[in-house]
């Protein structure tokens, strides 16, 4: 509760020193030029993000900073900037920092003056502190930021061994999905520029790109997670529609070099996770693993909507900061990559029970029979099951080891294929030959004539 009533307070305080000591002047006449500041209509500024009102802006900040002040804008979407004294000599930037940020001496003239061409959203944060502080607030918002990719790292690492050494797939499909999360918080944390990577691919394609990819990724990771192939079968075309147009927004912002098709390119990146937490919750009750899904991302992609989307449209809703998503990654990375494992676990079980209920299916005409002809019924029955349902030579001899009770391990022996594979055509043929129907017919039979299992 104190942090979040310190987080207030810095809030109001930051509010407060806006008001009183800085103005702001959108540019509307073209050609407008610091020495024409003078005699410009500054307006007090009350809040920090203007949205979609891109465009060149002009700050007046008028109370005089202590000796050895830094001013600084902690957001990444500001590349065009430039400040002046009031005798209108240019302050030149720091270089190498996450953010736009110039150093204030104490035989600066004041007011200064802040140009900044908004090519992105207009959120600036603008903030004067000491030289010390800031130092001391760099220096430890690096050692978090390390903490937190060091972590990010290793996670991703995690899932690469697992899936070298278990060969499933979806441990792949988590890594990537990590892998553009993180390059996006590095992007938005500023330690591209930080690393002195600013060229003019960075700073329009990278984004968008980054973000795509997060869609692509996190789809087709949700996909083969939660088996929506087999369950929702059409919710990939409607993903590819979505993708479709948000490709097509930022082809528009590429072109055009029009923000607002950024942000509506955005919002459909996140209508297409926002599809798959929904697909989610509809097997929410069903499978144990989607719980841990639904649970894990929930927090995390309403805080990214707040942070990179509704800020994109000048929307403040919950102040969501980087470091709030950063805690709710980590929970998710730490819950997902468990659900895995407690996934391969399920997944292991239910390719057993299929094996059961397929030899009780195989069995069920060992009623029906004398001792005397067991094997001529068995290849009879087992040479109509072929002929009737097309199966393979490869899914034939598994059918047949499935019946004499051996398990996946020795099956993939047997025919030299992995136990991967053995799962994949036990699948199959569960699917081939209804067995689930067969079993619940059977259950309803007896439910409704004890002795039928003996006629």
């Known amino acids: 509760m104190r942090t979040i009533y310190f987080s207030v307070l810095l809030l109001f305080c930051a509010n407060l020193y806006a ?3 800085v103005q702001f002047l959108k540019e509307t006449q073209p050609n407008f030029q610091i020495e024409d500041i003078k005699n410009a209509d500054f307006k007090p500024f009350s809040k ?39 005798s209108k000599k240019q302050i030149e930037e720091i270089s190498y920092t996450r953010y736009p940020s110039f150093r204030l001496d104490e035989f600066e003239e004041y007011p200064i003056y802040l140009y900044i061409n908004f090519e992105k959203e207009a959120h600036f944060p603008i903030q004067i502190t000491s030289e010390e502080n800031y130092a001391k607030a760099n220096q430890q918002s690096l050692f978090k930021l390390g903490s937190y990719y060091g972590f990010a790292v290793m996670v991703i690492i995690i899932n690469l061994m697992c899936f070298f050494l278990f060969d499933e797939k979806v441990f792949l499909y988590y890594s990537a999905v990590l892998t553009t999360i993180t390059l996006s918080f590095f992007y938005s944390d500023g330690l591209f520029r930080l690393m002195g990577y600013d060229s003019v691919f960075t700073i329009k394609y990278l984004e968008p790109l980054l973000h795509l990819s997060v869609a692509l990724f996190a789809s087709h990771f949700a996909t083969k997670f939660l088996k929506l192939d087999d369950l929702m079968p059409k919710l990939k075309w409607f993903t590819a529609i979505l993708i479709g147009i948000a490709i097509l927004s930022f082809s528009s912002y590429w072109v055009t070099n029009e923000w607002v098709f950024a942000a509506i390119g955005n919002a459909f990146i996140w209508a297409v996770l926002l599809n798959y937490l929904i697909a989610g919750a509809f ?12 649970i894990a991302y929930s927090l995390l992609f309403i805080l990214m909507v707040d942070y990179y989307v509704l800020t994109g449209f000048g929307i403040t809703f919950l102040g969501v900061s980087p470091v709030h998503i950063k805690t709710a990654g980590i929970i998710e990375m730490l819950v997902l990559t468990y659900a895995i494992m407690y996934r391969m676990r399920a997944l292991k079980e239910e390719n057993e029970m299929m094996q059961i209920e397929m030899r009780l299916y195989l069995k069920r005409i060992e009623l029906l029979r004398s001792p005397d002809n067991i094997q001529m019924v ?32 020795k099956i993939a022996i047997k025919l030299n294929i992995s136990e991967k594979e053995v799962e994949k055509i036990t699948k199959q043929l569960y699917k081939k030959l209804d067995i689930s129907e067969q079993i619940q017919e059977d259950q309803r039979m007896i439910d409704e004539q004890p002795d039928y299992v003996y006629n």
């Open 19 to 21: 008001q009183k000591s």
């Open 48 to 86: 920090n993000n203007f949205g979609l009102e891109n465009g060149a802006y002009w700050f007046r900040i008028t109370n005089k900073a202590n000796s050895g002040s830094v001013l600084h804008i902690p957001t990444a979407h500001i590349n065009d900037l430039k400040l002046f004294s009031a």
């Open 283 to 294: 097997l929410f009750k069903e499978k144990v693993y989607a719980r841990f899904y639904v």
């Open 378 to 409: 068995d290849d009879l029955y087992l040479e109509n099951l072929v002929n009737l349902h097309d199966l393979s030579n490869l899914e034939t001899k598994i059918l047949t080891h499935i019946s004499k009770g051996k398990d996946n391990a």
